[in-house]
């Protein structure tokens, strides 16, 4: 498994970005996959969360209405639609593969592997 992170840059505050993950694994579509992200002096948060099917769904209350996680199974691929940006939101955005293939209904993922990291930076 290797994820492939890319589409972050700089955007005002209220604008969009679209951020992409590539797998490069077989088992793609059999794991959950989610993104989270980690502000300068803060921990690493969950974002959101998609299972194999892309049927389900989670996002952190903090992203709740403005981003959705989606996947292309076919392409190996899950992107997050970043809508209503706000400066809090600015943050090193990690993609990852769940280590098991159930699903959990909650706000947070225990990553397998995870992607190098894609920097979003959203001005005031």
């Known amino acids: 498994v290797q994820l492939q992170a890319s589409g972050g840059g700089l955007v005002q505050a209220g604008g969009s970005l679209r951020l992409a993950c590539t797998d490069s694994?077989?088992?793609?579509?059999?794991?959950?996959m989610g993104w989270f992200r980690q502000a300068p002096g803060k921990e690493r948060e969950f974002v959101a969360k998609?299972?194999?099917?892309?049927?389900?769904?989670s996002y952190a209350d903090s992203v709740k209405g403005r981003f959705t996680i989606s996947r292309e199974n076919g392409k190996n691929t899950v992107s997050l639609q970043m809508n209503s940006l706000k400066p809090e939101d600015t943050a090193v955005y990690y993609c990852?593969?769940?280590?098991?293939?159930?699903?959990?209904?909650?706000?947070?993922?225990?990553?397998?592997?995870w992607g190098q990291g894609t920097l979003v930076t959203v001005s005031s």
């Open positions: 990852a593969i769940d280590q098991r293939a159930a699903w959990t209904p909650t706000q947070s993922m225990n990553p397998a592997q």
């Open positions: 694994g077989r088992t793609f579509r059999n794991y959950p």
């Open positions: 998609i299972n194999g099917s892309g049927r389900n769904k």
